[in-house]
């Protein structure tokens, strides 16, 4: 099973590029690794995923590892609206798991 | 477009009451999925559905009932409420008839089991 290991909590100053770290280190070669966050007690949103190859969309970047046993979501601008915890998730295709975990707080500081 | 409508968005229960928690969605996505979230905790999947007619028990199932007739509602029917099924519940669904892909979550239900 690939669970995914992320820190507690972070800070990041506005205007700075917040980088929220994943561990995933059984992650298997057709699995994909998926970012949400959760503002609040707002239902979860979509950030972005990749497979191996990094990714950017309007939200974010995501770095993965060559070995793909990590990866990196990159807020390259926090805004105060980013504050809210954000959760890697890696789904377990073949026994249709598809667990947040904890997740890392990021808070955001002016 | 409305996305994941869920309904009501609070609840109070007493102990042994029973109730159905809707989910609709207006996206004609195959799998839906519900889930629970406790103060300062994660998603704990529920259960989900891969396309009408097809429900399937996730990590937490014990004490709820899921249904799938059309692939628009999923709703979860909690049998005879506890106080530990006091949460925030969460209805997701998403394109394809497996987990995974881009979920789209509701607004959530706040339920209180007093």
């Known amino acids: 099973d690939a669970k995914t290991t992320q820190p507690p909590s972070m800070d990041c100053a506005e205007g700075r590029a917040a980088n929220l770290p994943c561990n995933h280190s059984?992650?298997?070669?057709?699995?994909?690794v998926y970012w949400y966050r959760q503002i609040h007690s707002q239902g979860p949103q979509y950030i972005i995923h990749?497979?191996?190859n990094n990714e950017t969309n309007e939200m974010a970047s995501l770095i993965i590892t060559e070995d793909r046993k990590s990866s990196t979501l990159i807020l390259p601008h926090a805004t105060l609206r980013d504050t809210a915890v954000y959760y890697c998730?890696?789904?377990?295709?073949?026994?249709?798991?598809?667990?947040f975990g904890a997740g890392t707080r990021l808070t955001v500081k002016p | 477009n409305a996305g994941v409508t869920q309904t009501p968005k609070f609840q109070v229960l007493k102990t042994g009451q029973s109730m159905t928690l809707q989910c609709a969605q207006d996206m004609n996505h195959e799998y839906m999925s519900w889930y629970r979230q406790d103060p300062g905790m994660g998603l704990r999947l529920i259960h989900y559905s891969v396309g009408a007619g097809i429900t399937d028990q996730g990590e937490v199932p014990n004490g709820y009932n899921v249904s799938r007739s059309t692939t628009e509602d999923f709703p979860l029917r909690l049998l005879s409420a506890a106080p530990s099924q006091t949460s925030v519940y969460f209805c997701?669904?998403?394109?394809?008839?497996?987990?995974?892909?881009?979920?789209?979550f509701g607004a959530g239900t706040r339920l209180s089991v007093l």
């Open positions: 997701a669904s998403s394109y394809g008839n497996r987990p995974g892909g881009i979920q789209y």
């Open positions: 998730i890696v789904p377990q295709y073949n026994n249709n798991d598809m667990r």
């Open positions: 059984t992650i298997s070669g057709n699995e994909y």
């Open positions: 990749g497979l191996k």
